[in-house]
């Protein structure tokens, strides 16, 4: 086997990543370390630096003396409903404005694009009386339906442009000469050569939807309707500086997200690589 030459560039590199890989896990690390400690350890001066013994009492008080399990419900419900919606009408979207040739494609792609640059705070008032006028107010409608068409949605829209234009033409023509519909084409030939970018988008997607704060925010005053990020903030009203029981409800907010990437970043670059990889 070849021993590969060891450079004092290659050495400075190595721990320049380390030292980065532990400034950014010192946070995570003091989380889960506050979130295990009493609530007077967690003031002590000098700080403890590990919790003496672990406990897991803080875990247990936002789990029974809070609505945590209903905002876990309520930003699970939202967060796969927009994800569905988001994939499926953007990857409809993208595919007439890649393969179709009609009047007017381009300055429609410009629209999609101009959109994305205004600021989605200017809309946020009267998308706010339009949703009051309709009912929509601390109602799931009122949460999902604005974040379908989100800055996200047209960036979805983009990238899966950037891929279908990457699928041979051929492929499309010769569906077409068998009687394939344009539907089938998309979801019998486009959607399967491009599951890799399906799996990343949607699980960006889902995080996206999952930490957003502020439309909830705006839209939800009723507790039970909350998320799980604007849930947090009633958490802290309640319980002031007991900084442990904030760090564990803070822990299972962010528990499904970490999961998610847990489970699937392996697939997701390996599907992104070989659908990037369509000559």
Not at 116 to 124: A, K, V
Request: aromatic letters at 14%; one cysteine or more; proline letters at 6%.
């Amino acid at each position: 086997m070849r021993l590969r030459r060891v450079t004092p560039g290659g050495v400075f590199l190595t721990v320049f990543t380390l030292a980065t890989g532990v400034v950014w896990s010192f946070p995570l690390y003091w989380a889960v370390n506050t979130a295990l400690m009493r609530d007077t350890e967690t003031v002590a001066r000098p700080p403890h630096w590990f919790p003496q013994p672990p406990i897991l009492d803080a875990f247990r008080f936002v789990l029974a003396n809070t609505r945590i399990v209903r905002w876990y419900a309520n930003s699970v419900l939202t967060s796969v409903v927009v994800t569905l919606a988001v994939i499926l009408f953007t990857m409809m979207c993208a595919y007439p404005l890649s393969q179709l040739r009609f009047r007017g494609r381009r300055l429609l792609l410009l629209v999609f694009l101009a959109g994305f640059m205004i600021p989605q705070t200017t809309n946020l008032v009267p998308l706010f009386m339009f949703l009051n006028k309709l009912g929509m107010v601390n109602g799931y409608l009122g949460i999902i339906l604005p974040q379908i068409v989100a800055p996200i949605a047209v960036i979805t829209v983009v990238i899966y442009k950037q891929f279908f234009d990457q699928v041979p033409r051929e492929l499309r023509e010769a569906a077409r000469l068998d009687g394939a519909s344009e539907t089938q084409i998309l979801f019998r030939i486009f959607l399967p050569l491009n599951w890799g970018v399906t799996w990343a988008m949607a699980i960006v997607v889902f995080i996206w939807t999952w930490n957003n704060f502020f439309w909830p925010f705006i839209i939800v005053s009723s507790t039970p309707m909350m998320t799980i990020p604007v849930g947090i903030t009633q958490v802290e009203s309640w319980y002031g500086i007991a900084y442990s029981r904030l760090m564990a409800s803070a822990m299972l907010a962010a528990l499904p997200t970490a999961v998610v990437y847990i489970l699937f970043h392996r697939r997701v670059a390996q599907g992104v690589a070989m659908t990037a990889g369509i000559k």
